[in-house]
T-cell receptor, first 109, second 114 residues
Framework: AQRVTQPEKLLSVFKGAPVELKCNYS??????LFWYVQYSRQRLQLLLR??SRESIKGFTADLNKGETSFHLKKPFAQEEDSAMYYC???????????FGGGTRLMVKP | NAGVTQTPKFRVLKTGQSMTLLCAQD?????MYWYRQDPGMGLRLIHY???????AKGEVPDGYNVSRLKKQNFLLGLESAAPSQTSVYFC?????????????FGPGTRLTVT
């Protein structure tokens, strides 16, 4: 069975500090991973896909198959990054996501 | 495009009451999903649909029923509400598969069962 674990429920950093939100997965096939974000009073939305190797709002995420991790990183956190972040894994059929428990990021001024 | 909409936004039920949550999407998406969001537990899939007239169970289906009579609508029903069903419910839809896959979410329905 596929599983996604986000070990930190809350991560608090100061503005300008680096931030790393951890995500670990268990999956038997070749994983397709995503990060979703939910800002206050907004709906959940896609932040980035690992396959695209993109950087969105300064965030990047690298898939490490050896460590089965897909940590989200940003070198300099901004106050507007404060939000709930979810790591998600796509199933074999490509039509369903398994979400982690989420990490709330708080960026203090 | 309104995207994914949910009705109602808030609801308070008494134990044993029933209700239906409506999800509508105007993007012609094949796939639709119902999740519940609870603190520390993230998003858990209740039921989903891969097309009009189809439904399937997700991770936590007990106590819920769904119907997809029209492609654009996905209904979630609670026949006899329990306090354990107090949660925020999100509907989502998608159409692409594979690497370009993306789920589009509704704004959520906050349900309290007393």
């Amino acid at each position: 069975a596929q599983r996604v674990t986000q070990p930190e429920k809350l991560l608090s950093v100061f503005k300008g500090a680096p931030v790393e939100l951890k995500c670990n997965y268990s999956y038997s096939g070749s994983p397709e991973l995503f990060w979703y974000v939910q800002y206050s009073r907004q709906r959940l939305q896609l932040l980035l896909r690992h396959i695209s190797r993109e950087s969105i709002k300064g965030f990047t995420a690298d898939l490490n198959k050896g460590e089965t991790s897909f940590h989200l990183k940003k070198p300099f956190a901004q106050e507007e990054d404060s939000a709930m972040y979810y790591c998600a894994l796509l199933n074999n059929a490509g039509n369903m996501l398994t979400f982690g428990g989420g990490t709330r990021l708080m960026v203090k001024p | 495009n309104a995207g994914v909409t949910q009705t109602p936004k808030f609801r308070v039920l008494k134990t044993g009451q029933s209700m239906t949550l409506l999800c509508a999407q105007d993007m012609n998406h094949e796939y639709m999903y119902w999740y519940r969001q609870d603190p520390g537990m993230g998003l858990r899939l209740i039921h989903y649909s891969v097309g009009e007239g189809t439904t399937a169970k997700g991770e936590v289906p007990d106590g819920y029923n769904v119907s997809r009579l029209k492609k654009q609508n996905f209904l979630l029903g609670l026949e006899s509400a329990a306090p354990s069903q107090t949660s925020v419910y999100f509907c989502a839809s998608s159409y692409e598969l594979g690497w370009s896959y993306e789920q589009y979410f509704g704004p959520g329905t906050r349900l309290t069962v007393t």
